[in-house]
Nanobody, 117 residues
Framework: QVQLVESGGGLVQPGGSLRLSCVPSENIFSIYVMGWYRQAPGKQREKVAIMFSDNTVSYGASVKGRFTISRDNAKNMVSLQMNSLQPEDTAVYYC???????????WGQGTQVTVSS
């Protein structure tokens, strides 16, 4: 059972930046895909950004050009740099991983991001 621990959420003004981090309990090389999803109140969970083990990335349309996903193998960590935040980015952000071999999906507990003046 892989645990994903997120950190870095909070309150920020429109136009501001935040950085989220996710640390898996297993070696990051055992995770085939890692990424971020978000869910706003009353809405479905949506993809924000995902990164495959070969460093291929995919972004949701609403965040492309503003958010950047990165992976630090030495720190066993995946991060999401969020710039030019807008109120519509307000949501609970979840770290997600798919394990190599088993294909099991794992989710973090979620971290709240609120963009408001």
């Amino acid at each position: 059972q892989v645990q994903l621990v997120e950190s870095g959420g909070g309150l920020v003004q429109p136009g501001g930046s935040l950085r989220l981090s996710c640390v898996p309990s297993e070696n990051i090389f055992s995770i085939y895909v890692m990424g971020w999803y978000r869910q706003a109140p009353g809405k479905q969970r949506e993809k924000v950004a995902i990164m495959f083990s070969d460093n291929t990335v995919s972004y949701g349309a609403s965040v492309k050009g503003r958010f950047t996903i990165s992976r630090d193998n030495a720190k066993n960590m995946v991060s999401l740099q969020m710039n030019s935040l807008q109120p519509e980015d307000t949501a609970v952000y979840y770290c997600h991983g798919i394990q190599v071999g088993t294909g099991n999906n794992y989710w973090g507990q979620g971290t709240q991001v609120t963009v408001s003046s």
